[in-house]
C-alpha cells in the first residue's frame, strides 16, 4: 500500500515537472530571440488548449460521461471574463483584476455546469453526449445574439439589436451580440498560463487521489455497485462535472485575455472545438493526465509544423488521427504491441507503469 | 396561408433531415456508433452532382445515380478501412476515428474543389405549384423532396421484412447470436453502411436543390440535425427517425419565421434537450431496462 502511494505521488510529480521543464525550455528560446512569431503567438492558445483537455479529461477519464458540449462552458468562461475586464478597465490594478476575472469565470462556468449537470447526467452514453452538443450550441447561438451594455442606471440586456438596449446618454455597449467584446485587456501571458495549468493539474490530480475523486472513480466503473455501498451519485457526479466545467472557464478566460476581440464563431466555441478537445483527450489516453498535455501540445503543433505543406496540412493532420486511433485502439494492433513490446525485450516482467496519473 | 407555406417548407426540410438521419440511425443500430463521418457524404455526393452536371453537362438524374453509387462505395470503403479494424475498442475510439474520416473527407473536397461556396444548379425540373390562387406556392424542390422521403420509407419498410433486411434487424438485437444463426455479420454491417451512404447522396442533392450552395463544409451542420432528429425520434428507430425530422424540420423553419432567425439553432436544440429529459430514449425509442 505504502509503495503504491509513493508510485501516485512519484508520477504526478513527473507531470509537474515535465511541465516546468517544458516551461523553462520554452522560456530559454524566447530569451535567446530563436522562436518565430508565429510559435510566440501560439503560447497561450497551447495552454489554454492544455487546460480544456485536462478539464475535460476529468469529464471523461474520472467521471466516465462522454460530454460534447465542453467548449460552451469555455465560451461561458471567456465571455464572463472579457465583461468582468471591461467593466472595471481603470479602476481595479491590472495583476488584481485579471485575477478576480479568472475566479469569476471559474465561478459561473461551475454554476452554469450544475444548472446544466442537474437535467444531463441523468442520461446515459450517447444521449448525454448529444444533450451536452446541443448545450454547447445553445450557449454559443445566444452568445451571438446577446447586446448588454452598460450606463449611468446599470447594465441593460437585450437579445435583438443595439438599439433596444435603450441606453442613456454616455451609456457604452459592452457585449455586441455576433461581434462579441473588442478591447478586452491583453492580460495573459505565457506565464500565467502555465500557472493555470500547474493549478489545474494540481486540482485535478488531488481530487483523483481524494476521498472524493474515489467515490467519482467508483461510480464510473459500476454505478450500481457504488450505490449500492451509499455513495451519493447525484452529488458526486454534480461535483466532478462543474469542476470540470470551472476549469473550461478559466481556459476561457485565459483565451479572452489574449485576443482583441472575442466572438463566438462555430470555429472557436462551436462542437468542432468541442470534439477537438475530447480528440486530445482520447489520442492522450482517456483518464490520464499527463497523455492529455502531451496530445494537446503535439496536436496544436502539428499543422504548424506542417503548415509548409500550405493546402496539405489539414488533410494529413486527418490521416495522422485516424491511423494513430487505430494504431492505439484496434484489437488486432493491440496483440501486436504485446508481442513486439520493447519491456519484454529487455526482460523486464514488471508491467507496474501502466496506467498511473 | 403564410403559416401553411413555412409549415410545408418545414416538412420538406425535415425529410432531407429524416432521410440523413435513416443513415445514422440503421448504422448506430448496427455498429452502435456515431458515424460523425456520415454529413460528409453528403457533401461527397453533392460535389458528385454538381461536377458531373456542371461539368460534362450529364443528364441530371443519371448524375444523382453516379452520386448514389460513388457514396455507397465510398460508404464501404470506409467502413473497411476505418471503422471495421476498430471493432470491438472502446466506443470512444471510433467515435473520433470517425472524427477522422470527417475531416478527411472534407479535406479532400477542399484540395479538390477549393474553398468557395459553388453555386448548386437545382435537378429538379418540376414547375412549382400554385394553389388558393397564387396566395401558396410550393416549389418544384419540395414536392419531390417529399414524395422522395416517402417512398424510400415505404421501400425501406419493405426492405426490413426481406432476408437481408432481418439479418440487419438481428444483427443490431445481438451481434453474437446472429452469427450463431449463420448471419454473415461483416456483409450485413457493411449493407447498412452501403445503404445509409446512398441515402445520403439522395439527401444530399435534395438539400443542395432547395439551399443552392455547395462548400466543403456543407454537410456538417446537416448532419448534425440529422443526428439530432435520429436521436429525437428514438435512435435505431426507423419510424422515429422520419418523425423525428420533420419536427425538426418544421420546428427549423417556424422559428426562423416568426422567433428569430438567429435563435433557430438554439431553438431546436433545446427542444432537443426537453424531450429527452421527458423521454430519455426518444419518442419512439424502446426502453431498456437495467440488469444488474
Known amino acids: 500500500m505504502k509503495k503504491k502511494m509513493l508510485n501516485t505521488t512519484k508520477n504526478n510529480l513527473i507531470t509537474y515537472g515535465m511541465v516546468i521543464i517544458a516551461y523553462i525550455i520554452v522560456q530559454i528560446f524566447v530569451l535567446s530571440g530563436s522562436l518565430s512569431n508565429l510559435m510566440q503567438g501560439l503560447l497561450v492558445p497551447l495552454c489554454t488548449y492544455v487546460i480544456l483537455a485536462l478539464s475535460l479529461n476529468l469529464t471523461v477519464g474520472v467521471l466516465g460521461e462522454l460530454s460534447l458540449g465542453h467548449a460552451g462552458f469555455m465560451c461561458i468562461g471567456a465571455f464572463t471574463g472579457a465583461f468582468f475586464s471591461k467593466c472595471t478597465f481603470g479602476t481595479i490594478p491590472d495583476g488584481l483584476r485579471f485575477f478576480l476575472a479568472i475566479l469569476l469565470g471559474a465561478l459561473v462556468a461551475a454554476i452554469f455546469g450544475i444548472l446544466i449537470g442537474i437535467p444531463v447526467l441523468r442520461l446515459r452514453g450517447d444521449y448525454l453526449a448529444i444533450v451536452t452538443l446541443a448545450f454547447g450550441e445553445i450557449i454559443k447561438n445566444v452568445m451571438n445574439v446577446l447586446y448588454v451594455g452598460k450606463d449611468s442606471a446599470g447594465f441593460h440586456f437585450s437579445l435583438k439589436d443595439q438599439m433596444s438596449l435603450n441606453l442613456a446618454d454616455g451609456g457604452e455597449v459592452i457585449i455586441k451580440g455576433a461581434q462579441g467584446i473588442s478591447g478586452t485587456p491583453k492580460n495573459s501571458t505565457f506565464t500565467i498560463g502555465i500557472i493555470l495549468v500547474l493549478i489545474t493539474l494540481f486540482i485535478i490530480l488531488n481530487l483523483m487521489n481524494s476521498r472524493d475523486g474515489r467515490a467519482v472513480m467508483a461510480i464510473r466503473d459500476n454505478r450500481i455497485a457504488a450505490e449500492s455501498i451509499g455513495i451519493n451519485i447525484t452529488k458526486y457526479k454534480l461535483m466532478a462535472f462543474a469542476v470540470s466545467a470551472s476549469l473550461a472557464g478559466v481556459a476561457g478566460v485565459l483565451y479572452a485575455h489574449n485576443l482583441a476581440t472575442l466572438t463566438a464563431l462555430p470555429k472557436n466555441f462551436g462542437y468542432n472545438m468541442s470534439i477537438m478537445i475530447l480528440v486530445f483527450v482520447v489520442l492522450g489516453g482517456i483518464g490520464n493526465m499527463r497523455g492529455s498535455i502531451i496530445a494537446a501540445v503535439l496536436l496544436t503543433l502539428l499543422p504548424e509544423v506542417l503548415r509548409g505543406l500550405n493546402d496539405y496540412r489539414m488533410l494529413i493532420y486527418a490521416v495522422v488521427l485516424i491511423v494513430m486511433m487505430l494504431f492505439n485502439w484496434s484489437p488486432k494492433a493491440q496483440e501486436w504491441k504485446a508481442r513486439h513490446s520493447l519491456k519484454k525485450l529487455f526482460g523486464r516482467k514488471d508491467t507496474a507503469a501502466k496506467g498511473g496519473n | ?292
Open chain 2, 1 to 292: 396561408m403564410s403559416f401553411l407555406s413555412y409549415l410545408i417548407n418545414g416538412i420538406s426540410l425535415g425529410s432531407v433531415y429524416a432521410i440523413i438521419a435513416l443513415g445514422y440511425t440503421m448504422v448506430y443500430g448496427i455498429a452502435k456508433m456515431l458515424n460523425f463521418a456520415h454529413g460528409d457524404v453528403i457533401m461527397i455526393g453533392s460535389f458528385v452532382v454538381f461536377i458531373t452536371t456542371s461539368a460534362t453537362g450529364m443528364n441530371p438524374l443519371l448524375a444523382v445515380l453516379l452520386s448514389v453509387v460513388v457514396c455507397t462505395i465510398l460508404g464501404m470503403v470506409i467502413e473497411r478501412l476505418a471503422y471495421k479494424p476498430l471493432r470491438g475498442a472502446s466506443p470512444l475510439a471510433v467515435l473520433i476515428t470517425a472524427i477522422g474520416v470527417s475531416y478527411f473527407l472534407q479535406n479532400i473536397a477542399l484540395l479538390l474543389f477549393g474553398a468557395n461556396p459553388k453555386s448548386f444548379t437545382s435537378v429538379v425540373k418540376i414547375p412549382a405549384l400554385n394553389l388558393a390562387g397564387g396566395k401558396l406556392i410550393i416549389s418544384g424542390e419540395t414536392i419531390v423532396t417529399i414524395v422522395t422521403c416517402i417512398v424510400i420509407m415505404i421501400v425501406l419498410t419493405m426492405f426490413m421484412k426481406t432476408k437481408p433486411g432481418q439479418a440487419m434487424l438481428a444483427v443490431s438485437e445481438d451481434k453474437g447470436a446472429a452469427q450463431l444463426m449463420g448471419v454473415n455479420v461483416n456483409k450485413t454491417i457493411s449493407l447498412t453502411f452501403a445503404i445509409g451512404s446512398g441515402l445520403a447522396a439522395i439527401a444530399g442533392v435534395l438539400l443542395c436543390s432547395a439551399y443552392p450552395s455547395l462548400t466543403p463544409y456543407t454537410g456538417s451542420m446537416p448532419g448534425i440535425k440529422a443526428f439530432v432528429a435520429a436521436v429525437f425520434g428514438g435512435i435505431g428507430s426507423i419510424p422515429g427517425a422520419l418523425l423525428g425530422g420533420v419536427i425538426l424540420g418544421v420546428i427549423e423553419i417556424l422559428s426562423k419565421a416568426y422567433i428569430s432567425s438567429q435563435l433557430s439553432d438554439a431553438i431546436v436544440f433545446g427542444v432537443l434537450i426537453i424531450v429527452l429529459l421527458v423521454k430519455p430514449t426518444g419518442i419512439l425509442g424502446k426502453k431498456i431496462n437495467e440488469k444488474v
